[in-house]
């Protein structure tokens, strides 16, 4: 292939401007706040499940507690019942009365049983209910990181963006003032090794620095300026410049 040495030259341009673009995309890539956002995320389901079962655990205690103190009433209220029967007078055969008085007692033992069992489930359910503030608002802080870390990652987006479509536009400037045939071939090798060209400098090819021979060189230099060489290690469009010091 044959290329001016001018055009030539231009590849390495466009070989530097590739470079930034695919510093941009990595950048893109390995965002910090990428692999934050991802951490936060999870926190935050993991504290949403957790939430969600501690307020299932609440509600139950909460319907455990209305249970037990409706347990209460009942007792509460046939042991008044007794005792209103017993202070009436109604009853007057002393077995009746030994039996009424036994079972008062009784309903009263029974009583303070079941009011035992309410307190319990009231020390449960507060307990039950401050794990599920404490993980409400553990939730919340993770929430409120997450936005923030999201509006981060948002910014650092845009501003990469910014920078890569500006370096799109002078790519777009630079590619147009390289022949089709060797713009074609660049993209190619570009696909494929990620450079496409790169200058001899120093004896080596700076693609893949690897040192050329004596006869490579004797090579290269009886080759004319538009011929279009290649470095043999790296396959790349090796580039002669001023600098090539051939
Ligand atoms: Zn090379």
Avoid at 154 to 163: R, T
Avoid at 209 to 236: G, Q, Y
């Amino acid at each position: 292939m044959k290329a001016a040495p001018e055009a030539q030259k231009r590849l390495l341009d466009l070989a530097e401007l590739d470079s930034v673009i695919d510093r941009l995309a990595h950048r893109r890539r390995t965002l910090p706040e990428l692999a934050e956002i991802d951490e936060r995320s999870k926190t935050f389901a993991r504290l949403s499940t957790q939430v969600i079962e501690a307020e299932t655990e609440a509600g139950d205690l909460a319907r455990e507690q209305a249970k037990a103190e409706s347990d209460v009433d009942a007792v509460r209220t046939r042991a008044d019942r007794d005792q209103k029967r017993l202070d009436s007078g109604a009853v007057t055969s002393p077995r009746d009365l030994a039996s009424l008085q036994s079972e008062i007692a009784s309903l009263h033992r029974r009583q303070g049983d079941l009011e035992e069992v309410v307190l319990e489930i009231m020390e449960r359910r507060e307990a039950a209910d401050t794990k599920v503030a404490d993980l409400a608002r553990q939730r919340d802080e993770v929430a409120a990181a997450l936005a923030t870390a999201e509006d981060r990652r948002d910014a650092g987006l845009n501003e990469i963006d910014k920078e890569a479509g500006e370096v799109q536009g002078r790519r777009a400037g630079v590619s147009g003032e390289i022949p089709a045939d060797l713009l074609a071939l660049y993209e190619k090798l570009r696909d494929q090794y990620g450079v496409g060209a790169a200058m001899l400098h120093g004896g080596r090819c700076q693609g893949c620095k690897v040192a050329l021979s004596i006869a490579e060189m004797n090579r290269i230099k009886a080759a004319p300026h538009d011929e279009v060489l290649r470095c043999d290690e790296c396959r790349r469009i090796l580039v002669r410049t001023a600098e090539s010091g051939i």
